[in-house]
């Protein structure tokens, strides 16, 4: 097994929006190193000449026709939202 | 002298109009309550699995069929992540490296010397079309923002032009040349205000000749093909100035504020997203057969292009006619539907292009835009009308007079023209009598027409038109008239 690979903690918490005290960071980035370890693993297999796949099993044109079914109702629709306003989802201001 | 030159690719999106979403059954549909076309797969409730829409995905081989694409044949899912309210499980299911369509070009007709010719034509090169599902609406209000998750999920297509596009005059002709091909095969209704067609541009200047590409900016917010061409000139003369001035431009992500009619940083290149793009593990991949294939060419409309060359190569219709006819898929089929009943190409055009349109715009207002199909007329009563003035029943004049009430009420021209008493009148006694009035009055006409001046006749004839109140027979009032004055 060849060594430890490193990751930037900063930048993961970053684009899970989360911020973590120094404690966590070094913490999960040790935890996380050891999980891109495994992929090293992984990537040890010789793959010559197997084609890259992202499923199992060769299945595919799993489809349905266009056809409309009526889904929830607005009031269920929105029974997780803390906050509405005349229907829709109240969020902070977002501008991107 | 202006030493810069830009370059430009669009990235154009597109709403399928089907009637359920992308990978789900929910419906979409525009103009709904709030929040009332989701179910458990639009909200991503945990433990839901979307599945295909085979209609969504056959229209997508169908705009890559129109576009001259390559249709690779296999096509697969990906995940794109981000963190934004649109999008209730922070990530949106697109299709990075394996899209339905690769390459392709969009036909597109720059300006002509002038109105009534036709300009040059050339083919703009595309980059790819994906397939995707769209996002919710945000609406800012105030200190809050408020979420509709009705459009989330609904099938939308991503077409990315190369880096192929010069001038915002070409964007704008790439723009319009694609609705009508697309609005034409009944892809998508691309009404921009309804958000069923967006744009966004990438925007760089060089030095003119210069083969390195400028740093390019994206813009965001050109809310309509009006919107794109302006913003796009904006930037170009910004990019040019900055440069000018000693500056450097920066890869940043600007917005277009159309009524600033200027453009403003919304991010820098530093903040740019990391979507972290994995396959979908819970879609499998489609293939797209040659038969498959073979079976969506069939049922393809005629490009908007082809048309057009069709109805003036062998209909000899004027390009000014056909430039406005072949943008508007309805009219088309109107027009070619109309002339299986009477063969007039060149009246049945004109009747639609200039009387029926006109007839359609006054009728719309900004809320409520009105189509042909709104009105009573069908391609039999305007072939009927087409037919009297033909057969000389009623002149040209009349039939212009008539049409309005025509198109609303669908009444048959024959017995309006009958219940009114419109026909045209070509008894040439009493014509005889009233030219010979209309000589009499008008010394003056008279006078002038005998000493050479050939176009006052057509005082004498103005007078008898009105004295019939326009039923004459125009060639027989100017046989008459020239009798009666040799």
């Given at each position: 097994?060849?060594?430890?690979?490193?990751?930037?903690?900063?930048?993961?918490?970053?684009?899970?929006?989360?911020?973590?005290?120094?404690?966590?960071?070094a913490?999960?980035?040790?935890q996380?190193?050891?999980?891109?370890?495994?992929?090293?693993?992984?990537?040890?297999?010789d793959?010559?000449?197997?084609?890259?796949t992202?499923?199992?099993?060769?299945?595919?044109d799993?489809?349905?026709?266009?056809?409309?079914?009526?889904?929830l109702?607005?009031?269920?629709?929105?029974?997780?939202a803390?906050?509405?306003?005349?229907?829709?989802?109240?969020?902070?201001?977002?501008?991107e | 002298?202006?030493k810069?030159?830009?370059?430009?690719?669009?990235?154009?999106?597109v709403?399928?109009?089907?009637?359920?979403?992308?990978?789900?059954?929910?419906?979409?549909?525009?103009?709904?309550?709030?929040?009332?076309?989701?179910?458990?797969?639009?909200?991503?409730?945990p433990?839901?699995?979307?599945?295909l829409?085979?209609?969504?995905?056959?229209?997508?081989?169908?705009?890559?069929?129109?576009?001259?694409?390559?249709?690779?044949?296999?096509?697969?899912?990906?995940r794109?992540?981000?963190?934004?309210?649109?999008?209730?499980?922070?990530?949106?299911?697109?299709?990075?490296?394996?899209?339905?369509?690769?390459?392709?070009?969009?036909?597109?007709?720059?300006?002509?010397e002038?109105?009534?010719?036709?300009?040059?034509?050339?083919?703009?090169?595309?980059?790819?079309?994906?397939?995707?599902?769209?996002v919710?609406?945000?609406?800012?209000?105030?200190?809050?923002?408020?979420?509709?998750?009705?459009?989330?999920?609904?099938?939308?297509?991503?077409i990315?032009?190369?880096?192929?596009?010069?001038s915002?005059?070409?964007?704008?002709?790439?723009?319009?040349?694609?609705?009508?091909?697309l609005?034409?095969?009944?892809i998508?209704?691309c009404?921009?205000e309804?958000?069923?067609?967006?744009?966004?541009?990438?925007?760089?200047?060089?030095?003119?000749?210069?083969?390195?590409?400028?740093?390019?900016?994206?813009?965001?917010?050109?809310n309509?093909?009006?919107?794109?061409?302006?913003?796009?000139?904006?930037?170009?003369?910004?990019?040019?100035?900055?440069?000018?001035?000693?500056?450097?431009?920066?890869?940043?992500?600007?917005?277009w504020?159309?009524d600033?009619?200027m453009?403003?940083?919304?991010?820098?290149?530093e903040?740019?997203?990391?979507?972290?793009y994995?396959?979908?593990?819970?879609?499998?991949p489609?293939?797209?057969?040659?038969?498959?294939?073979?079976?969506?060419?069939?049922?393809?409309?005629?490009?908007?292009?082809?048309?057009?060359?069709?109805?003036?190569?062998?209909?000899?219709?004027?390009?000014?006619?056909?430039?406005?006819?072949?943008?508007?898929?309805?009219?088309?089929t109107?027009?070619?539907?109309?002339?299986?009943?009477h063969?007039?190409?060149?009246?049945?055009?004109?009747?639609?292009?200039n009387?029926?349109?006109?007839?359609?715009?006054?009728?719309?207002?900004?809320?409520?835009?009105?189509?042909?199909?709104?009105?009573?007329?069908t391609?039999?009563?305007?072939?009927?009308?087409?037919?009297?003035?033909?057969?000389?029943t009623?002149?040209?004049?009349?039939a212009?007079?008539?049409?309005?009430?025509?198109?609303?009420?669908?009444?048959?021209?024959?017995?309006?023209?009958?219940?009114?008493?419109?026909?045209q009148?070509?008894?040439?006694?009493?014509?005889?009598?009233?030219?010979?009035?209309?000589?009499?009055?008008n010394?003056?006409?008279?006078?002038?027409?005998?000493?050479?001046?050939?176009?006052?006749?057509?005082?004498?004839?103005?007078?008898?038109?009105?004295?019939?109140?326009?039923?004459?027979?125009?060639?027989?009032?100017?046989d008459?008239?020239?009798?009666?004055?040799?």
């Amino acid at each position: 097994m060849s060594e430890e690979p490193t990751l930037d903690i900063d930048y993961v918490a970053q684009l899970a929006r989360i911020s973590l005290t120094e404690e966590e960071k070094a913490r999960y980035a040790k935890q996380l190193s050891k999980v891109l370890g495994y992929f090293q693993e992984l990537a040890a297999v010789d793959t010559e000449g197997v084609e890259p796949t992202a499923h199992a099993n060769p299945i595919f044109d799993v489809m349905r026709e266009d056809v409309a079914v009526d889904g929830l109702p607005q009031e269920r629709a929105l029974m997780n939202a803390p906050k509405q306003l005349d229907g829709e989802v109240v969020v902070p201001k977002v501008i991107e | 002298m202006n030493k810069f030159e830009p370059v430009i690719g669009l990235e154009v999106h597109v709403q399928l109009s089907t009637e359920s979403k992308m990978f789900t059954n929910a419906p979409y549909y525009f103009g709904a309550e709030p929040n009332t076309l989701t179910n458990a797969v639009v909200m991503g409730m945990p433990g839901t699995l979307p599945v295909l829409n085979k209609r969504a995905i056959e229209k997508t081989i169908q705009v890559g069929l129109l576009l001259d694409c390559e249709i690779p044949r296999q096509s697969k899912w990906d995940r794109k992540h981000y963190f934004y309210p649109d999008m209730p499980k922070n990530y949106q299911i697109s299709q990075y490296d394996q899209p339905l369509c690769v390459g392709g070009e969009v036909e597109i007709e720059l300006e002509g010397e002038s109105r009534n010719v036709m300009g040059p034509h050339r083919y703009v090169k595309l980059t790819r079309i994906h397939l995707e599902e769209d996002v919710g609406k945000l609406t800012h209000l105030g200190d809050i923002s408020v979420v509709d998750y009705n459009r989330a999920g609904a099938p939308l297509i991503e077409i990315v032009t190369e880096p192929d596009i010069y001038s915002p005059e070409e964007a704008y002709a790439f723009l319009t040349s694609l609705r009508s091909t697309l609005q034409a095969a009944g892809i998508s209704d691309c009404d921009m205000e309804k958000g069923q067609l967006r744009c966004d541009a990438n925007i760089s200047v060089k030095p003119v000749g210069s083969a390195k590409l400028g740093t390019k900016v994206e813009l965001k917010n050109l809310n309509s093909i009006t919107g794109v061409r302006n913003g796009i000139a904006y930037e170009i003369d910004r990019q040019t100035r900055d440069i000018l001035a000693g500056g450097t431009i920066t890869q940043e992500t600007r917005r277009w504020d159309a009524d600033a009619e200027m453009t403003y940083v919304m991010r820098t290149k530093e903040e740019a997203h990391d979507y972290r793009y994995m396959p979908d593990p819970d879609l499998m991949p489609v293939i797209i057969t040659d038969e498959w294939k073979a079976e969506l060419a069939k049922g393809l409309a005629e490009k908007p292009f082809d048309r057009q060359r069709r109805y003036m190569d062998t209909l000899d219709l004027p390009y000014t006619i056909t430039s406005v006819l072949c943008q508007e898929p309805e009219l088309c089929t109107f027009f070619e539907e109309t002339l299986t009943i009477h063969k007039n190409a060149k009246a049945i055009a004109n009747f639609l292009v200039n009387d029926i349109q006109r007839e359609i715009a006054e009728a719309s207002h900004d809320e409520d835009q009105k189509v042909l199909a709104d009105f009573a007329i069908t391609p039999g009563i305007l072939a009927e009308l087409v037919a009297l003035v033909d057969k000389g029943t009623i002149s040209n004049q009349i039939a212009k007079e008539i049409l309005p009430e025509i198109i609303k009420n669908g009444k048959s021209p024959a017995t309006l023209v009958k219940e009114k008493g419109l026909e045209q009148s070509s008894d040439s006694g009493e014509l005889e009598l009233i030219c010979q009035d209309a000589i009499d009055n008008n010394p003056k006409p008279v006078a002038e027409f005998k000493a050479g001046k050939e176009p006052a006749i057509n005082a004498l004839k103005g007078q008898v038109m009105k004295a019939t109140r326009g039923k004459a027979n125009p060639k027989m009032v100017d046989d008459i008239l020239r009798k009666l004055l040799s």
